[in-house]
Antibody, heavy 125, light 109 residues
Framework: QVQLQESGPGLVKPSGTLSLTCAVS?????????WSWVRQPPGKGLEWIGE???????NYNPSLKSRVTISVDKSKNQFSLKLSSVTAADTAVYYC??????????????????WGQGTLVTVSS | DIQMTQSPSSLSASVGDRVTITCRAS??????LNWYQQKPGKAPKLLIY???SLQSGVPSRFSGSGSGTDFTLTISSLQPEDFATYYC???????????FGPGTKVDIK
């Protein structure tokens, strides 16, 4: 059973770069799945940040694209998030998740399962 | 961009009540719609995928319906463990991009 675990600094200074890693266990990151980051500001809803395939292909949320880089390290079975030029608005719980691509009837559908437990990142000086 | 809305934003209900939550997309998304449950301090949990398919292990009191722009999550008989926030999420966009609804909080009446 695939499990994901986020790690990284819990405090980042304004204008700095947020860096997080998601370790995948119980399965290979090189399997036929995309791997995603989702965030949730305190008391607010969920926002998709972006995703990566083991080949290195990426897709990003257009609203964050200029500041986001997602990379994969197949040797460590993990993927990472970098978000640059952070402000207080980037304070959030950051989740990593596997994106399932499954054919239902005749079409490929995507959903997030499982998720990591999440890690709170606070942007403050 | 596809925008998602949910109604109501919150509701109060009693154990045993039938609860219905609505999700609407800004354009047709066929059946590319998923539902999640999130409890405080926890990660979201997948309930329904492809609008109406029940995720393995999820109680049968949860059901989803809809297609196009209007979707519904129904809890047939609310249980104490169902008090949570529910999110819809679309996966129709091309190129790949995912959007969540703003959430519906279900609390105890």
């Amino acid at each position: 059973q695939v499990q994901l675990q986020e790690s990284g600094p819990g405090l980042v200074k304004p204008s700095g770069t947020l860096s997080l890693t998601c370790a995948v266990s119980g399965g290979s990151i090189s399997s036929s799945n995309w791997w995603s980051w989702v965030r949730q500001p305190p008391g607010k809803g969920l926002e998709w940040i972006g995703e990566i395939y083991h080949s290195g292909s990426t897709n990003y949320n257009p609203s964050l694209k200029s500041r986001v880089t997602i990379s994969v390290d197949k040797s460590k079975n993990q993927f990472s998030l970098k978000l640059s030029s952070v402000t207080a608005a980037d304070t959030a719980v950051y989740y990593c998740a596997r994106v399932r691509d499954i054919v239902v009837v005749v079409a490929a559908h995507n959903w997030f399962d499982p998720w990591g437990q999440g890690t709170l990142v606070t942007v403050s000086s | 961009d596809i925008q998602m809305t949910q109604s109501p934003s919150s509701l109060s209900a009693s154990v045993g009540d039938r609860v219905t939550i609505t999700c609407r997309a800004s354009q047709s998304i066929s059946s590319y719609l998923n539902w999640y449950q999130q409890k405080p301090g926890k990660a979201p949990k997948l309930l329904i995928y492809a609008a109406s398919s029940l995720q393995s292990g999820v109680p049968s009191r949860f059901s989803g319906s809809g297609s196009g722009t209007d979707f519904t999550l129904t809890i047939s008989s609310l249980q104490p463990e169902d008090f949570a926030t529910y999110y819809c999420q679309q996966s129709y966009s091309t190129p790949r991009s995912f959007t969540f609804g703003p959430g519906t909080k279900v609390d105890i009446k």
